[in-house]
Structure formats: C-alpha cells, structure tokens
C-alpha cells in the first residue's frame, strides 16, 4: 500500500560542513583556473572557520531539519518551480514520446481508440493510487517515498504573482478535460458507482466529440504557455468573469488534459517536439493547457506523447505511470457495456472579451518565437550498448556521461558544469540531489582521448577512473550527502544576514552552477524518446535511456545560437560513443561480448 512505508522514512540527512567544504572544492577543480582555485580554497577556509559563516549556517539549517519532516522540499518546489517566472513549456515541462504503439494499425478512428485505450489504463493507475494499493517501489531492500505519486494526476500550477500556486484534487477529481482543434471539453470518466470506464465506453464516449465546435473561441490555452507574471495578469482577468471561473476551476480539478491533435506526426522529432511545446500555432501549442500536471497526446495517426509539468513530481514516478499504460497496451476494445448511460464531452462556456481576445493573438507570437527558438532532435544508438559497457567493466550510466564529456571537449575544448538528476526519493517528501559529473578524473580523460602522447590503455585507464569517480558521487548524491542542495540551504539562510558570504559570489559558486549540460537517464521499460529543454542560453539538455541491450535512445535540446546546435551534438555524442567502443576494443582485445 502507498502508505505503509512512509512514517518510517529517515529524514534528509544534512552531512558535516567540513565534509561538503572537501568535496565542493574537490567538484570545481576542473572549471576553474588554477589562480581562481587558490582563491577559492581561501574562501571555503573563510567560511567553515570556527564561529565563522559556514558554521552559523550549518545550525540554522540542523534546526530546520528538526522542525520539518523534509528540510528542502518546500524550499525546493518554491525556489525550482514555483517562483519560477519563465514559460512553462521548454523551460519547466518534460516530455516522453512512444511514436506509434505496437499494435497499433491504420484502423478506423485510430486516434480515438489509441486515446480510449491508454486513458482507460491511465484511469486503472489513478486507483492504485486512490485507494493505496501501488506496490511501493524499491531501491534495492529500501523502500521509497511514495508522496508524488498523489500529484501526479488531478493537479495544476495556478498562475499567481510572485509564485505559483500548486493544487492537487486526488482522489475527488473524476473528469477529464478532452483539448481538441483549440477548445475544451470536460467528460467524465466514472460512474455513479464510481467505477472508472474501460476503454470501451472512453472510445463510445469520444465518439460523441462535435466534429466543429458550435462556438469557436480564441484558442485560450496559448495563454498557458506564457511567461508567469503575464499569464497571471490575463488569468486574473479571465477569472473575474463567473463563466470564465467555472470553466477554469473545471480544467484545474481534472485528471489530466487529453489532447487530440489535428495532424499526423511523421518523425520522433516531430513526435517528441509536439510533447514538448506543441510545435506552434500552425500546428498544436493551443491545444495544450500547460498549467496541468498530466497531459497525454494523440496525433491523428496515433502517435503518442505527453506533456508533463515538472512541479508536482520527478521522473521516476512518471515512468512508472508511462510503463504502467504502454507495457501492457491492449489492442482489444471491447463492445461496452453501457452505451446508453455513457454522456458524450461537453464544451467549456466562455465569455472572452476584446482584452483577452487581444491578450491569446499577443501569448500565441510569443509562443511561435519560443518555438522557432528551441532546437530539437531525437537519435538512436545502435552501435553497441548496455552488454558491452558491462564487459569493459564500466557502469553504462558512467559509460554514456563519459561519452557526453568527450562530445562537449571536442566541440568547444573546455569543461563545464553537468548536471545530472538523481533520486533521494529514500528519503521521506525526497525529490532529487545533483550529480557534478564533470569530474577532475572526467576532464583528465577526455583530455587523453585526442592526445597523441596517450596510449589505449592510457585512455581506457582513465576512463574507468572517470567512471569509479561518477559512480562514487551518484552513490553520495541518492544517498542525500552531495554539494548542491545543501549548499542552496546554506544560500536561502543566507538571506537572513547582513551580507552576502563570499562562497556564494566566488567565480567558482557562480562557474559550477551554470549547467551548460543538463542530463537526465530514465530507465523506462517501453520504446520511448525523453526530452527537455536547455537551462541556459549556451547549453544542452540530454535525456536518454540505455536500459535495452541492443541500442541507445537519447535526444538533445539547446537554443539555437551560432556556437550550438542539437544535431550537430547528438552527432559528437554518437561519435564519441564510437570513440571510446574503438579504444577499449584496443586496449582489451580480448574482452568478449
């Protein structure tokens, strides 16, 4: 049951100062400089003085984790999301795209039925949850923090000023809102009884979907996709018209939004572009409502993605969901039982006046810049993959960290700060710590990989000290006792002094935390492309997933700038995944798969 492991969760530990000071200055050395190190060294020595800062801090931050059942959740939801004033979608939303299902055929109404089908799994989820029978996941013998999964579905991020507000409706919502060619429709999804539909009735329901709307609004949902403060100032106006604030307050205590697109997606770029942001107003960025926690998205074809803000929960959980409605996709419906009972989906009213009207054109050009802005492209691995990283004794999440390292060397010949996500869902409220993978021993060994002076077994040395090196520090991050997240306590604390510690506005505080590589591994089970987008202007965002024995899935975001470009580093990366298969094939050629 969801509830059984949760009131013996430990708390987040908080590690000893002198401790995070070591491994801090330890995680920097490659970013900077060696004069800029010294003075680095000399700030961290200021700052975990006796009765200095540091240690000030440290107490204050020991009497939070005293008071509160998780120090950093609320901070972290706050600070990460919340307060947050940037779009939501390629800024804050994720996105999984599974193309076309297995079993899926050029069938009559193949988008209604794909949607019925997964919808009606989606819906067998949301009472597992509901009704605390979701086995607890496991890591290991140790049991996990089960909390997201009550906000996963039945949630919206409301725009407020200064920060948002997040509300979950669990277990009481029991509709869903359908988006179709840019309006809104709200259909139950129970019955009186209080039993979920199958598939079957979901398909006979969507049957019902008007082929034109009888009244055609401006395309509201645009306004969603704008930044925080602007769409705050429009909602408020939206919602002081008593129609409008029961259409909204209909949309915010769904499940989630179904979204039927109006085209067919041709591509995995396409596939996962329309999950990110929806590919713009000539295509379906209005027929989205970002502030939902859970949108899924069926193309006419019945290709398949969803649209997910990231506030309310981490990956792990959204792949469980994901794995739950795709591993076990039936290509059955059924005849329904009970056809009669079973209401079609009824148009949201709106009353939208000249203000809003000019408001939506003024969200949907932003909109199209944003997405004329980003670059996108999905890859797939084929070369070689898990086995052979295994037999080479390197872990296969080091493995393709390394191989993103090497990519980011021989484009711009320089180390820089990656981030890559991991789970303290051990914890009780547990989100995520930050994994520093660019390492002293990172830097050394991609350094080696074009050196003349190095030979193979040099190289496929270094490598496996890079690897030992990122996996000693995953293992320090899930287990709660990384750099990052402490040292943001150390900061929020901070706040409340007369000055500034110096630790924070040191060129190595400000050089490690800007994530020129954002990275996440997902390890979900079925066929799947997992994006974002880039957190700064010159960076990346890669996602990937190398579960499967026999290929690689990634994708790779980034703006388009003149010094990146998605394609061309998705093609360094399969490339230098290439270079490292050749060395250690060198230098251990006896290795057999």
């Given at each position: 049951l969801v509830k059984m492991a949760q009131p013996d969760l430990p708390k987040l530990p908080i590690r000893p100062l002198e401790d995070l000071c070591r491994d801090y200055i330890r995680s920097v050395e490659p970013l900077v400089t060696k004069e800029e190190l010294e003075k680095t060294k000399r700030v961290v020595e200021e700052f975990m003085a006796p009765n200095g800062v540091g240690h000030q801090l440290h107490a204050m931050l020991l009497e939070r984790q005293r008071s509160v059942p998780n120090w950093l959740s609320d901070w972290w939801l706050q600070l990460a999301y919340l307060s947050y004033r940037k779009p939501l979608p390629v800024y804050s939303t994720v996105s999984s795209t599974f193309g076309r299902l297995a079993g899926t055929v050029a069938e009559e109404a193949v988008q209604i039925r794909t949607a019925s089908r997964l919808l009606a799994r989606l819906l067998q989820f949301k009472e597992l949850v509901d009704h605390d029978k979701l086995p607890i996941d496991m890591m290991g013998d140790v049991p996990l923090c089960m909390e997201?999964?009550?906000?996963?579905?039945?949630t919206v991020r409301l725009p407020r000023a200064g920060a948002d507000e997040l509300v979950s409706y669990g277990a009481a919502a029991k509709h869903v809102i359908i988006a179709h060619e840019g309006q809104f429709l709200t259909l139950p999804v129970y019955h009186a009884s209080g039993e979920p539909l199958n598939a079957a009735e979901i398909f006979m329901a969507l049957k019902k979907l008007p082929k034109a709307p009888a009244h055609r609004y401006p395309k509201l949902g645009f306004l969603t996709s704008d930044d925080r403060d602007t769409w705050t100032?429009?909602?408020?106006?939206?919602?002081?018209n008593p129609t409008n604030a029961a259409s909204l307050q209909t949309i915010a205590s769904a499940i989630c939004v179904l979204c039927l697109d109006a085209h067919a997606l041709q591509s995995w770029d396409e596939n996962a572009a329309s999950g990110l942001h929806g590919?713009?107003?000539l295509f379906n960025s209005g027929n989205r409502w970002f502030d939902k926690s859970y949108q899924l998205v069926v193309a006419t074809n019945g290709c398949v993605s969803n649209t997910i803000e990231h506030s309310p929960a981490d990956g792990s959980p959204y792949v469980t969901l994901t794995d739950y409605m795709v591993a076990e996709y039936d290509t059955r419906i059924e005849p329904p039982a009970r056809v009669a009972a079973l209401p079609g989906p009824t148009p949201l009213a709106w009353d939208i006046s000249p203000e809003i009207a000019r408001a939506v054109e003024e969200s949907t050009a932003r909109m199209d810049k944003l997405v004329a802005a980003i670059d996108l492209r999905t890859f797939e691995f084929t070369h070689h993959a898990k086995?052979?990283?295994?037999?080479?004794?390197?872990?296969?999440?080091?493995?393709?960290?390394?191989a993103i390292q090497l990519a980011r060397w021989r484009q711009h010949r320089d180390c820089v700060a990656t981030y890559e996500s991991a789970m303290t869902r051990q914890f009780a409220k547990g989100r995520t710590e930050?994994?520093?993978?660019?390492?002293?021993?990172?830097?050394?060994?991609?350094k080696a990989m074009d050196d003349p002076h190095f030979t193979p077994s040099d190289r496929a040395r270094l490598l496996r000290a890079a690897a030992r090196a990122h996996n000693d520090y995953t293992r320090q991050a899930v287990a709660g006792i990384a750099?990052?997240?402490?040292?943001?306590?150390?900061?929020?604390?901070?706040?409340?002094?007369?000055?500034?510690?110096?630790?924070?506005?040191?060129?190595?505080?400000?050089?490690?935390s800007h994530w020129a590589l954002s990275t996440s591994q997902l390890p979900i089970k079925v066929p799947t492309m997992m994006c974002f987008g880039p957190v700064v202007e010159n960076g990346y965002g890669v996602c990937y997933s190398i579960n499967k024995d026999y290929y690689i899935s990634y994708t790779v975001s980034c703006w388009h700038t003149a010094t990146t470009s998605a394609r061309v580093f998705g093609k360094a990366i399969a490339d230098a995944l290439l270079s490292m298969h050749a060395m250690l094939e060198t230098a251990n050629p006896s290795a057999k798969l």
């Amino acid at each position: 049951l969801v509830k059984m492991a949760q009131p013996d969760l430990p708390k987040l530990p908080i590690r000893p100062l002198e401790d995070l000071c070591r491994d801090y200055i330890r995680s920097v050395e490659p970013l900077v400089t060696k004069e800029e190190l010294e003075k680095t060294k000399r700030v961290v020595e200021e700052f975990m003085a006796p009765n200095g800062v540091g240690h000030q801090l440290h107490a204050m931050l020991l009497e939070r984790q005293r008071s509160v059942p998780n120090w950093l959740s609320d901070w972290w939801l706050q600070l990460a999301y919340l307060s947050y004033r940037k779009p939501l979608p390629v800024y804050s939303t994720v996105s999984s795209t599974f193309g076309r299902l297995a079993g899926t055929v050029a069938e009559e109404a193949v988008q209604i039925r794909t949607a019925s089908r997964l919808l009606a799994r989606l819906l067998q989820f949301k009472e597992l949850v509901d009704h605390d029978k979701l086995p607890i996941d496991m890591m290991g013998d140790v049991p996990l923090c089960m909390e997201q999964y009550k906000r996963m579905l039945g949630t919206v991020r409301l725009p407020r000023a200064g920060a948002d507000e997040l509300v979950s409706y669990g277990a009481a919502a029991k509709h869903v809102i359908i988006a179709h060619e840019g309006q809104f429709l709200t259909l139950p999804v129970y019955h009186a009884s209080g039993e979920p539909l199958n598939a079957a009735e979901i398909f006979m329901a969507l049957k019902k979907l008007p082929k034109a709307p009888a009244h055609r609004y401006p395309k509201l949902g645009f306004l969603t996709s704008d930044d925080r403060d602007t769409w705050t100032t429009v909602y408020q106006q939206l919602h002081a018209n008593p129609t409008n604030a029961a259409s909204l307050q209909t949309i915010a205590s769904a499940i989630c939004v179904l979204c039927l697109d109006a085209h067919a997606l041709q591509s995995w770029d396409e596939n996962a572009a329309s999950g990110l942001h929806g590919r713009g107003s000539l295509f379906n960025s209005g027929n989205r409502w970002f502030d939902k926690s859970y949108q899924l998205v069926v193309a006419t074809n019945g290709c398949v993605s969803n649209t997910i803000e990231h506030s309310p929960a981490d990956g792990s959980p959204y792949v469980t969901l994901t794995d739950y409605m795709v591993a076990e996709y039936d290509t059955r419906i059924e005849p329904p039982a009970r056809v009669a009972a079973l209401p079609g989906p009824t148009p949201l009213a709106w009353d939208i006046s000249p203000e809003i009207a000019r408001a939506v054109e003024e969200s949907t050009a932003r909109m199209d810049k944003l997405v004329a802005a980003i670059d996108l492209r999905t890859f797939e691995f084929t070369h070689h993959a898990k086995p052979f990283m295994k037999t080479h004794k390197v872990s296969p999440d080091a493995y393709f960290q390394m191989a993103i390292q090497l990519a980011r060397w021989r484009q711009h010949r320089d180390c820089v700060a990656t981030y890559e996500s991991a789970m303290t869902r051990q914890f009780a409220k547990g989100r995520t710590e930050t994994i520093r993978v660019c390492s002293r021993e990172a830097a050394a060994f991609v350094k080696a990989m074009d050196d003349p002076h190095f030979t193979p077994s040099d190289r496929a040395r270094l490598l496996r000290a890079a690897a030992r090196a990122h996996n000693d520090y995953t293992r320090q991050a899930v287990a709660g006792i990384a750099v990052d997240r402490q040292l943001m306590g150390y900061r929020i604390l901070a706040a409340a002094l007369p000055a500034v510690p110096s630790i924070f506005t040191d060129v190595a505080y400000t050089r490690s935390s800007h994530w020129a590589l954002s990275t996440s591994q997902l390890p979900i089970k079925v066929p799947t492309m997992m994006c974002f987008g880039p957190v700064v202007e010159n960076g990346y965002g890669v996602c990937y997933s190398i579960n499967k024995d026999y290929y690689i899935s990634y994708t790779v975001s980034c703006w388009h700038t003149a010094t990146t470009s998605a394609r061309v580093f998705g093609k360094a990366i399969a490339d230098a995944l290439l270079s490292m298969h050749a060395m250690l094939e060198t230098a251990n050629p006896s290795a057999k798969l």
